[in-house]
């Protein structure tokens, strides 16, 4: 039951997505008076399909995961004489570019719509105040102490959380000094704070900024709760169940997940006596056990570590004082809408730069088995999680969609500047040999980053 819901809530998200940036296409290339042939949303046999008054069959295929609109063109065969005004390739370069350019736009548009619409419900955010530090952190020797407030990462202000570590995401891969702006409670002076790094994080997988660093805001623990169970790991064989509240480890409290984690992947061929509750089905009642299970061996990082083959959830609250809301009107959640797509689009096109520079480790990149899992983890987690997931995804769709790679829309966008630029079309051999390589890297590409998904734990 929860592969088939993560498929059909991955199906949606596609779903959605596809169908924007397909009628991007479809809409400005009907203005440009070029004859759509077919509007396909999915792939494979077709399930349902109708015409409209121009002709169009719009059809709905078995495999959600992609479309295309195709539209009339003299490369793929004669056209009658007086049909070749409505051809794709009899247009103008610019209405070429409007046509090519509107898919990876329609995109944008539907992520900028859809933060309008969050944002109209007002937002809220977690101070950016040092709840704790790590012992011989980064932060720690830095001289960052407990209650001040980061104000600032280089010269950009950050007034939550969320704010501080997509800031830092930037000196990923940096040597030299993080400038730190921070402040005193209470307090409205402020002093920096220079952390020093040396090839920061660039071989970490899946890091978290403000983390490595030493840095974790105030929280409130409560407890540890299961979620999913890999029916493969140490901790399925021992009877751990998704649900299980987690209460202590051979009989001393559980406090954080890092400290739970730490004590499991220190214990290799040593049985863990586990404190647990235990919901009773239908009842509301609990009941109390002690579960033994010895952690897997799993070479993890170039180290053997322990592992239960779990996954974690916290339970627990931030504190109130420290939660931030802000109210906005029609035209203010508009602007943040706007804002934050173009922040998003921004982050993407840094975390693919650094990627290719080598300043981001290879090991993050997803592919579709992560993403499938996201989509079924947001929608767990509320209608507006999943609505924000789809908002992300539809910016990384348009950007990706807009990389100068043939076979891409970024790609024929190319192919159509250098023709405006020398006043006559790219070679069709040109081309061919183009698509060739773009293809190739594109499954390249889907291969590794399907690997890596492979390789992490779920």
């Known amino acids: 039951?929860?592969?088939?819901?993560?498929?059909?809530?991955?199906?949606?998200?596609?779903?959605?997505?596809?169908?924007?940036?397909?009628?991007?296409?479809?809409?400005?290339?009907?203005?440009?008076?070029?004859?759509?042939?077919?509007?396909?949303?999915?792939?494979?046999?077709?399930?349902?399909?109708?015409?409209?008054?121009?002709?169009?069959?719009?059809?709905?295929?078995?495999?959600?995961?992609?479309?295309?609109?195709?539209?009339?063109?003299?490369?793929?065969?004669?056209?009658?004489?007086?049909?070749?005004?409505?051809?794709?390739?009899?247009?103008?370069v610019l209405q070429r570019i409007a046509i090519i350019s509107a898919g990876p736009l329609a995109n944008f548009l539907l992520a900028i719509i859809v933060y309008w619409f969050l944002f109209l419900g007002g937002e809220k955010g977690l101070a950016p105040v040092i709840g704790d530090i790590s012992e011989l952190s980064l932060a720690s020797q830095a001289g960052l102490q407990v209650g001040m407030e980061i104000t600032a990462v280089g010269q950009v202000t950050t007034t939550?959380?969320?704010?501080?570590?997509?800031?830092?995401?930037?000196?990923?891969?940096?040597?030299?000094?993080?400038?730190?702006?921070v402040r005193y409670a209470d307090s409205i002076s402020q002093l920096q704070v220079l952390i020093p790094v040396d090839s920061w994080l660039r071989d970490a997988d899946n890091p978290s900024p403000s983390r490595e660093l030493g840095l974790q805001p105030p929280f409130e623990f409560e407890a540890l709760v299961l979620g999913p169970i890999l029916e493969s790991g140490a901790g399925f064989r021992a009877g751990l169940l998704q649900g299980d509240i987690l209460l202590a480890v051979n009989g001393e409290d559980i406090t954080s997940a890092d400290g739970f984690i730490e004590q499991v992947s220190a214990s290799i061929d040593k049985v863990l006596f586990i404190d647990l509750e235990r919901p009773a089905i239908n009842t509301g009642n609990t009941e109390t056990l002690t579960i033994e299970v010895m952690p897997?061996?799993?070479?993890?990082?170039?180290?053997?570590?322990?592992?239960?083959?779990?996954?974690?959830?916290?339970?627990?609250?931030?504190?109130?004082?420290?939660?931030?809301?802000?109210?906005?009107?029609?035209?203010?959640?508009?602007?943040?809408g706007v804002e934050e797509t173009v922040t998003t689009a921004g982050f993407i096109l840094?975390?693919?730069?650094?990627?290719?520079?080598?300043?981001?480790?290879?090991?993050?990149?997803?592919?579709?088995?992560?993403?499938?899992?996201?989509?079924?983890?947001?929608?767990?987690?509320?209608?507006?999680?999943?609505?924000?997931?789809?908002?992300?995804?539809?910016?990384?769709?348009?950007?990706?969609?807009?990389?100068?790679?043939?076979?891409?829309?970024?790609?024929?966008?190319?192919?159509?500047v250098v023709e405006w630029i020398k006043g006559s079309p790219v070679s069709d051999q040109v081309q061919i040999i183009g698509y060739k390589i773009g293809f190739f890297l594109l499954i390249s590409l889907m291969i590794f980053a399907t690997f890596n998904d492979l390789m992490r734990p779920f």
């Not at 399930?47 to 495999?63: C, P, Y």
Request: charged share 20%; aromatic share 10%.
């Open 1 to 92: 039951m929860a592969l088939i819901e993560t498929l059909f809530y991955t199906f949606i998200a596609f779903g959605v997505l596809v169908t924007f940036h397909e009628f991007g296409h479809f809409w400005v290339a009907r203005r440009c008076n070029v004859r759509v042939e077919k509007f396909s949303i999915g792939f494979g046999k077709k399930l349902f399909s109708w015409r409209d008054k121009h002709n169009t069959e719009f059809v709905l295929a078995a495999l959600p995961l992609g479309g295309y609109v195709k539209m009339l063109d003299e490369r793929e065969g004669d056209i009658a004489t007086e049909d070749r005004i409505y051809a794709f390739t009899q247009k103008t």
């Open 160 to 181: 939550t959380w969320g704010a501080v570590n997509r800031q830092l995401f930037d000196f990923i891969g940096t040597t030299g000094d993080i400038p730190l702006t």
């Open 296 to 336: 897997e061996r799993v070479l993890k990082n170039g180290e053997f570590v322990g592992q239960l083959g779990v996954q974690l959830a916290v339970k627990g609250n931030y504190p109130e004082q420290l939660i931030r809301h802000i109210d906005h009107d029609l035209l203010s959640a508009l602007a943040r």
């Open 350 to 416: 840094s975390s693919l730069g650094k990627l290719i520079v080598g300043d981001l480790s290879a090991k993050n990149l997803s592919g579709p088995i992560t993403i499938a899992k996201m989509a079924g983890d947001t929608a767990k987690a509320g209608i507006d999680n999943f609505i924000r997931f789809i908002a992300i995804l539809s910016i990384m769709l348009g950007v990706m969609n807009l990389l100068p790679i043939p076979v891409l829309d970024g790609g024929h966008l190319v192919y159509c």
